[in-house]
């Protein structure tokens, strides 16, 4: 049976394929290795982004608007990695190279949706921190738990609507060359590069998704941290302004493991191989979400504490029960 069919969408004829072909690394020998390594980090990104998550709903010191996005961020990284690392082991470890075309758009709805909003949330994180510095006697009216919540609700629902529209994009195009997505998923632009119809709208949201989830993010933060560098400079003892830095330490750190790899690959554009473009992707969408609570739990000083005294009540019962 022919991988391609046709179908009809608005009166006009759409060529869809029964299926795609992720073609994945190519030429490169002993990939299963990094496939065994991508199980480990999948496997610490459940744990850690679960642990962070239950430390956070479980302590009530911990229930204040700093930690909303702190939570946010481990639901997107958790849902993120699960939406990628899963389907790529199936697709090449046991090799499924072949994926449908309806679950081909979701696995790509769900991962473009949950990397877009770990970006984002990157960028609440940094609005926190600055309000924290610039405006610390205004910071309890200004961030409150109402204001954050209405914050990632919208970023929600306007990444939710980004991502749609791209997905309805690409429903409306005609495969009529090629069913070989050169990616390790169901990518947004190995896909829509395919096309041998008018593709125009999928274009425009192709610049549309590195905007959202790169360009502005990073512009956003880099001028947030240019007011907390002025605000730091304008405080006169020195210890005080080594303990406004620590407070930004952890959310530099997740910034730079986030977005190095990310903007590296995309300037070095077409001259980069498409194997190690691949590879520095997956790893850019894979060990963020695994490092982040790690991150946290080192270096947060509220978190650390939180944790100290949750090991401390669970030896207590512990001892409790066995006498």
């Excluded at 496997?43 to 930690?67: E, Q, R, S, W």
């Excluded at 896909?191 to 119809?197: D, F, G, M, Q, S």
């Excluded at 949201?205 to 941290?225: G, S």
């Amino acid at each position: 049976m022919s991988p391609l069919n046709s179908t009809f969408f608005t009166n006009t004829s759409i060529v869809r394929p029964d299926f795609f072909f992720i073609s994945g690394f190519l030429g490169i020998p002993h990939t299963i290795y990094y496939y065994v390594f991508l199980c480990f980090v999948y496997a610490v990104t459940l744990l850690g982004n679960t642990f962070v998550m239950f430390m956070i709903y479980t302590d009530h010191c911990l229930h204040n608007p700093k930690y909303i996005p702190v939570f946010n961020l481990a639901v997107s990284d958790l849902c993120g990695s699960t939406a990628i690392i899963p389907q790529v082991i199936d697709t090449f470890m046991f090799k499924s190279h072949l994926i449908s075309f309806e679950a081909c758009l979701t696995s790509l709805y769900f991962a473009l949706g949950f990397i877009t909003m770990q970006s984002l949330t990157l960028t609440v994180l940094s609005y926190d921190r600055c309000v924290a510095i610039c405006l610390p006697l205004r910071y309890n009216e200004i961030v409150t738990s109402k204001s954050m919540l209405v914050i990632l609700a919208m970023l929600w629902i306007s990444t939710g609507m980004v991502i749609f529209l791209a997905v309805l994009f690409l429903s409306t195009l005609s495969f009529c060359k090629s069913i070989v997505i050169n990616s390790y998923f169901c990518d947004h632009g190995p896909i829509y590069l395919l096309a041998c119809n008018d593709n125009t709208p999928s274009t425009v949201i192709n610049a549309i998704i590195p905007m959202m989830m790169l360009f502005l993010p990073v512009f956003y933060i880099v001028v947030t941290y240019s007011c907390i560098a002025r605000a730091l400079l304008k405080i006169a003892a020195a210890s005080e302004r080594l303990k406004a830095m620590k407070t930004c330490s952890s959310h530099l750190i997740l910034v730079s493991v986030f977005y190095f790899p990310f903007c590296i690959t995309y300037a070095m554009g077409s001259s980069i191989h498409q194997n190690a473009r691949m590879i520095n992707y997956s790893l850019a969408s894979a060990l963020p979400p695994m490092l982040n609570p790690i991150i946290y739990s080192l270096k947060t000083e509220e978190f650390r504490q939180s944790i100290k005294k949750f090991y401390r009540r669970k030896k207590f019962h512990f001892t409790v029960w066995n006498k």
